[in-house]
């Protein structure tokens, strides 16, 4: 071993015992400053932050980003089959089967295509899950079979605004299984993915099943799942989620952009917590909900 190879060798074991804050401000250079700090520090996503002070500047420039990417107003994906024509085609409707169900839709203004087809008697459940995955190219997941392993993995007031529910953990490969009833959000499941470090596939289960799936989830409180509604500028946000990793002595955050949702997610000793800043205009601020469900969420309507 060379000279040089040695001493980076040294250098990456030193930063790996005594890191090196990341903040460009801070104060804690030199070694005995950074030993007195380096229990008290904190790591958001890769880097670490060995005060209360410069972790809360780092998380106001990362909620900063992370804020200006959430979308203005939730627009349908547009496939390029429509769910009714792809089981016109498919023998499972007539023309005017069809046409009724559309005319329903219009009339009352709410609903997909597939929940008045089945209202109306043209379609079961069944068929109607079995065209969605042809339409969304997923399986259809049977629900009996999900694993225990994916409880509390995700945070509620999310699987319930995207009617998702994770179903099947492979420790192995890292690889979650997530499934949806009406439509695949991508976002989320990207943002998953950064949450939780893993690789994520989507399938399909019935509206039925994921609504009892998610009723049972609600009937358990979790108190590491806490929503804060209303808009919050990114230093409130900031101030809020240092206080938390403080309170509970988090080792690490992780801030993911999830839809309308900023997710913060908080590695802590005993189980992770998650804080969940939901920008609702019209709701007012100031209130923290411990929460053990999110109703009313709207998604938008795609045939």
């Known amino acids: 071993m060379n000279v040089a190879s040695w001493a980076s060798t040294i250098r990456s074991k030193w930063e790996t015992v005594f890191p090196r804050c990341r903040e460009a401000d801070c104060g804690s250079r030199k070694m005995w400053t950074r030993l007195y700090w ?8 890769n880097s670490w932050y060995c005060s209360p002070q410069c972790f809360e500047h780092a998380v106001r420039r990362s909620l900063t980003c992370t804020q200006s990417a959430l979308p203005s ?7 390029r089959i429509p769910l009714g024509l792809l089981m016109l085609s498919r023998g499972q409707l007539t023309n005017r089967q069809l046409r ?18 089945e209202q109306l008697g043209f379609a079961t459940e069944q068929q109607i899950t079995a065209a969605l995955g042809v339409q969304w190219a997923c399986p259809v997941f049977p629900i ?9 993995l995700l945070p509620l007031p999310l699987l319930e ?14 690889l979650l299984y997530v499934a949806f009833c009406e439509s695949i959000e991508y976002t989320a499941l990207y943002a998953i993915e950064q949450m939780l470090r893993c690789r994520t596939e989507a399938c399909l289960v019935g509206d039925s099943a ?20 209303g808009c919050r500028d990114a230093a409130e946000m ?6 938390y990793a403080l309170k509970l002595g988090a080792s690490e955050v992780r801030i993911a952009c999830c839809g309308e949702f900023i997710w913060a997610r908080l590695e802590c000793s005993r189980e992770p917590a998650n804080l969940l800043f939901h920008r609702r205009d019209t709701a007012p601020q100031g209130d923290t909900l411990h929460l053990t469900g999110c109703r009313g969420s709207s998604r938008p309507v795609a045939s």
Do not use: Y
């Not at 009996?144 to 509390?152: F, K, L, P, Q, V």
């Open 210 to 229: 994921m609504t009892d799936a998610l009723g049972l989830l609600a009937e358990s409180r979790r108190p590491a799942d806490i929503l804060f509604d």
């Open 100 to 117: 009724m169900a559309l005319d329903a839709q219009r009339t009352s203004g709410t609903g997909r295509i597939g929940h008045w087809l």
């Open 38 to 45: 380096r229990r008290a520090g904190i790591h958001l996503e």
């Open 144 to 152: 009996s079979t999900a694993r225990d392993n994916c409880e509390g």
């Open 161 to 174: 605004a995207f009617r998702m529910l994770p179903v099947q953990f492979v420790p192995a490969t890292r």
């Open 238 to 243: 900031a101030r809020i989620t240092c206080g």
């Open 73 to 79: 107003k939730t627009q349908p994906v547009r496939h």
